[in-house]
């Protein structure tokens, strides 16, 4: 345990302002309090000679609130109210030391708490909260944030490498911390060139396999792999390699851990009152009370706190459909309608437009994206035109209808070629992030690998056409970790990555596919820029089922490249493939190099596209299961 006195600070807001105490109450039982972190919770303080931590504490309905501790023997010293706060100085008190709260309600009953505003937490299965003064880590990132702001614009590269900390790699007992991880973490993301990694949730929580989806922690990095300060430094050392930082954030639903926040005063606080608006059915989960202020403050801080103490590029806000509608997973008869008889929750919406104001006018240069998995409308949506003004949403459909589609005999994609052209209809009806997560390889789903439909030899070369498809397919990118070498096994939290399968040229050759992928995303703007722009997409030939082939062209102001996908294991040599354009044609990628894990030699020789009875074709070599990139260099040879 680390232990040591600390300076008193004062409480001023972001702009240094030193605040009225009864204007941060006000602030906070509003919905405005998104730097309540810097007040409620345990901060050093020197009060007429004594020095400690001063405990703030928001529980109205409590008879009383006391807080025990490693400095005075776990003996309650008990608060004193203001209103719905609880405060009071724990003399003695040393940053480092553990502490519960100690909360009655008005029937006497005494239950011990987490400090919901607790920065840092007690190993796991100890629930205590940790005294944690103001940090005094040094950041060296001050070039990565000047230029943050250009590379967030959507019309930039997005392409995000999802990690779990816990199992990404194990050495000796278990995971290493976070310094142990940053060195090999930002070594593999920057090999690979992806432009982000996101974290599943680093809150605290109190059970493993949740994977972090179920907080008690909103302000604390979990400590199961380090202090909050070694967490800078993980997020410091990925931005000194140009590498953004993203993390799932968990507003929808929290456990019942009776540690945590269910009847956190010995009443529905934090959750709904009405159950069914309060609990989860799928998960067992409570849902947070989204119309009441005090609950918006808390979220709201929780997003500030993490944005600005830990210089994090952006949120993917966890579970936004649940949040969205009264009737999710709800059958008839078990849901409460809205005021206006509706199934949309409305608190939840504006609670949802309140977060991305907040980002918009704090973090503008942050992102905030969406997992959303419905057609509700407007989810990228201006919050002037009334949407809900994330940055992205994750398009479920592009997933679901590319995994099933691979997921058949080749034999039979011919009947089912729609699934297949489907997702570009809407492409640009949302600014999407097409994700291929951590959750399509649990819960019994096999790996990416293990999905693809066909023979069994064939499943590596497969796993490169879905990731050609994945980056030529307008939209942003992400890819779980692991997929990127065609982990055979599902994952599993409690097992480190099969690192060795690397020891296998093919799968050295999908590793290198996978980099090159990101190579063309990011240094051809064509692949990039036109994401959100219904300009940057045109199908060239999207109706040959029978071939199993699609042809489209992406483009931007500066550029066209053309993407062809073969979805069978025929070779089809010399193949007549429609092109936009006459002229000469050269192939700068294709996924059957030997490099890439393929039996091709590079390069492959120049196409002339001509005219045949009125449309332009070129003749092509199409590997089974390739992907080829073109780009026109001039006119045909005559």
């Known amino acids: 345990m680390y232990v040591r006195r600390v300076r008193s600070v004062s409480q001023p807001d972001s702009t240094g302002k030193k605040l ?189 396999p949740s994977w972090g989806y179920q907080v008690t922690g909103y302000f604390a990095p979990t400590s199961r792999w380090g202090s909050p300060d070694e967490f800078r430094y993980l997020v410091d050392q990925l931005h000194g390699a140009g590498i953004g930082v993203v993390i799932d954030w968990v507003p929808a639903h929290f456990p019942r851990d009776v540690h945590g926040l269910w009847r956190f005063d010995g009443t529905p606080l934090y959750e709904h009152p009405d159950p069914q608006r309060g609990e989860h059915p799928d998960w067992g989960t409570l849902i947070f009370d989204f119309g009441r202020p005090e609950v918006q403050s808390f979220l709201l801080a929780s997003a500030h706190y993490w944005l600005s103490e830990f210089h994090i590029d952006g949120l993917r806000v966890d579970a936004v459909a649940s949040m969205l509608y009264l009737d999710y997973s709800r059958p008839a008869g078990t849901w409460t309608p809205n005021k206006d008889g509706g199934r949309h929750n409305l608190e939840a919406i504006a609670f949802l437009r309140a977060l991305n104001g907040m980002m918009q006018e704090e973090f503008a240069d942050c992102l905030c994206i969406a997992e959303e998995s419905t057609a509700f409308e407007g989810v990228t949506a201006s919050l002037a035109s009334g949407g809900l003004g994330f940055h992205y949403k994750w398009n479920m459909g592009w997933m679901h209808d590319a995994l099933g589609y691979l997921g058949l005999d080749p034999i039979h994609r011919a009947w089912h070629h729609d699934r297949i052209t489907f997702s570009t209809t809407y492409a640009h009806a949302e600014r999407f992030v097409l994700p291929l997560s951590h959750d399509e390889v649990v819960h019994g789903k ?105 042809v489209w062209q992406r483009s931007s102001p500066a550029q066209s490249l053309v993407a062809v996908l073969h979805f069978t294991p025929v070779d089809r040599k010399g193949l007549w493939v429609p092109l936009p354009a006459a002229g000469r044609w050269q192939v700068i990628v294709n996924s059957a190099w030997q490099r890439f894990g393929g039996d091709r030699a590079e390069p492959q020789t120049d196409s002339d596209a001509i005219d045949i009875y009125g449309r332009v074709h070129g003749q092509l070599d199409v590997p089974p299961f390739g992907v080829l990139v073109l780009r026109r260099t001039g006119l045909a040879t005559p």
Request: aromatic share 12%.
């Open 20 to 208: 009225r105490r009864e204007d941060l109450h006000a602030a906070f039982l509003a919905g405005r309090g998104h730097e309540a972190w810097r007040w409620l919770g345990a901060w050093p303080r020197t009060r007429a000679g004594l020095t400690g931590f001063e405990m703030a504490v928001w529980a109205p309905n409590a008879e009383r609130v006391g807080v025990i501790g490693d400095w005075n023997q776990w003996q309650a010293h008990w608060l004193e109210r203001e209103g719905a706060f609880w405060r009071g100085l724990l003399a003695g008190a040393m940053e480092g030391q553990l502490y519960k709260l100690v909360v009655e309600d008005v029937h006497g009953l005494r239950t011990e708490r987490a400090d919901p505003f607790a920065r840092a937490a007690e190993l796991r299965p100890g629930t205590a909260s940790r005294l944690c003064g103001p940090s005094e880590y040094r950041w060296r990132d001050a070039a990565w944030l000047r230029k943050r702001p250009a590379l967030h614009r959507t019309d930039q590269p997005l392409s995000i490498y999802e990690v779990h900390l816990g199992s990404w790699r194990r050495w000796g007992d278990g995971p290493p911390g976070y310094r142990a991880l940053a060195r090999p973490l930002v070594d593999h993301v920057r090999k690979l060139g992806f432009t982000h990694v996101e974290l599943l949730p680093p809150l605290e929580h109190p059970y493993d």
């Open 446 to 550: 096999g790996s990416l690998v293990r999905k693809m439909g066909g023979q069994w030899q064939h499943g590596l070369d497969q796993l490169r056409l879905l990731f050609g498809l994945q980056w030529l397919h307008p939209g942003k990118k992400l890819l779980f970790m692991g997929q990127e070498f065609g982990q055979d096994r599902e994952w599993n939290q409690d097992v480190g990555l099969d690192w060795h399968l690397l020891t296998d040229p093919v799968r050295q050759g999908l590793l290198a596919w996978v980099a090159e992928l990101n190579r063309l995303y990011r240094a051809h703007p064509a692949l990039h820029a036109g994401d959100s722009d219904k300009t940057g997409f045109a199908w060239v030939e999207g109706a040959n089922r029978a071939e199993s082939i699609l």
